[in-house]
């Protein structure tokens, strides 16, 4: 009911209110806080980016492996939101959050050893995270392509959202591990861990057909 209640507002994935629209539309120059600060906003509400993130941090205990995962994903996304910005790449909004829908899947899958059951080895985590960040970074693009950001003070502020995103994300993560880390210290983090990572992937190929079915109906 939750994942539905979610999936019925899409504002809240990669929606802006009226007042972050009108001044993305309107704004001059370089606007480097008010663009730091959009850019952790969409990253705190951006679901579809956070339940990714859990995928990944769900089964690592280490402080150093939970960095380096989560450093992989910040090099992915960095570089497809500045790059695709700035060169003005232009994806299809709806295919691309279709894909990052499916990198949420994959993690499931992934998380429930899925892999190693139907073809028999693991692949390589660490470049998949990197590729799946690479398609969160063009998902992020196209939401600010969207409002034909003048290009006076263009670098500048893209690399101000960049920063916001960033700082959104390790906000969201540091709240993400610490329940994590309580819920770990409970008997019930194993009993249910099959059935979170299931309802993890359930919520990843959720996120493909309604982005599927946007693309197909407009």
Not at 54 to 65: A, H, P, T
Not at 165 to 178: D, K, N, S
Not at 188 to 206: D, K, P, R
Request: glycine share 10%; no cysteine; aromatic share 12%.
């Amino acid at each position: 009911m939750v994942l539905l209640s979610l999936l019925s507002v899409e504002a809240l994935a990669h929606g802006v209110d009226d007042s972050t629209r009108n001044f993305l539309e309107n704004n001059t120059g370089v606007q480097f806080i008010p663009f730091l600060y959009i850019g952790a906003k969409h990253m705190v509400t951006g679901y579809d980016h956070l339940l990714f993130l859990v995928g990944v941090i769900f089964f690592l205990y280490r402080s150093k492996d939970v960095l380096l995962y989560v450093t992989m994903f910040t090099i992915g996304h960095s570089v497809t939101l500045l790059y695709g910005v700035l060169n003005d790449i232009n994806v299809n909004a709806y295919i691309i959050d279709a894909i990052i829908g499916l990198s949420v899947a994959y993690k499931g899958f992934d998380n429930l050893g899925g892999f190693k059951k139907v073809i028999g080895r693991q692949p390589n985590t660490k470049l998949a995270v990197l590729i799946f960040g690479l398609f969160h970074g063009f998902g992020l693009a196209t939401k600010l392509q969207e409002f034909n950001i003048p290009e006076d003070g263009l670098l500048s502020n893209i690399i101000a959202f960049n920063l916001g995103v960033e700082l959104g994300q390790f906000a969201a993560l540091g709240v993400i591990l610490l329940l994590i880390n309580a819920w770990r210290k409970l008997p019930s983090y194993e009993q249910f861990s099959i059935a979170t990572n299931t309802a993890l992937m359930s919520a990843g190929f959720m996120l493909v057909g309604f982005q599927m079915a946007g693309f197909l109906l407009n």
